[in-house]
């Protein structure tokens, strides 16, 4: 049984892997993995968050702390996991800052695993897991209105230019018009404004309003300007 155990955590450079050792980063860094995954499930609820996120994030540790424990000092083996990560290709949409961050900690704390060093990933992953935390009870620089996008469908009749200026200025604390552009082939334009509003109970008012002022054309508001979700009145 000994001399099975050697032969499979052997490899041709005469390097050997042990069992032990093996497990102790594995279990160390998926340990590691499942706590900052925890900690990104309790400051994203509100924001909502994807269940293979979360997935990954436990996941990620371990698997790079077995690649680094793989590659060892042994240079011709980290070039050649090297060329075989260089052929894998990840096409996603840009995430959230914080997402990224969560992501190359979960990354990190597995370096630190695969080299041995677990009592530092450990420590390492409470503190700034505790300065997350407290970031996000504190709503550190976050803002009490997100700005919202509003679009104004009005006729090419219609004068737009401070035509909604006394209704945006009555439901909301700053405005901007950032972009104008035409549809229907020129008969109608669409009005783009970025808005914060004073206060979001008050949007049906505000939606109301502004259908009095544009002929009852599409009004849209989105409570977050690079999401689908959205009110509208056609």
Known sequence: MSDFLYQITSSSTAETLTIPSLLA???????IGLFISVIYLLT???EGYSQAFCVALILLSPIVALVIYLIGNNVARAFSLAGAFALIRFRSAPGDPKDIAFVFMSVVMGL??????????????????????VLHVTNFAGKKHEPCLLKITVPET???????????KKYTTSYKLTRVKSVDFGALFELEFTITLKDSNQIRELLDEVRTMNGNLKVMLSTEPSQVKSFHFQ
């Open 25 to 31: 980063i594995l279990l160390s860094s998926l340990l």
């Open 44 to 46: 994203h609820k509100k």
């Open 112 to 133: 630190a695993c695969g080299m041995g060093y677990w009592a530092f990933a450990a420590i390492a992953t409470v503190v700034i897991c505790l300065v997350i935390i």
């Open 158 to 168: 219609l004068n737009y230019m401070g035509a909604f200026d006394d209704t945006l």
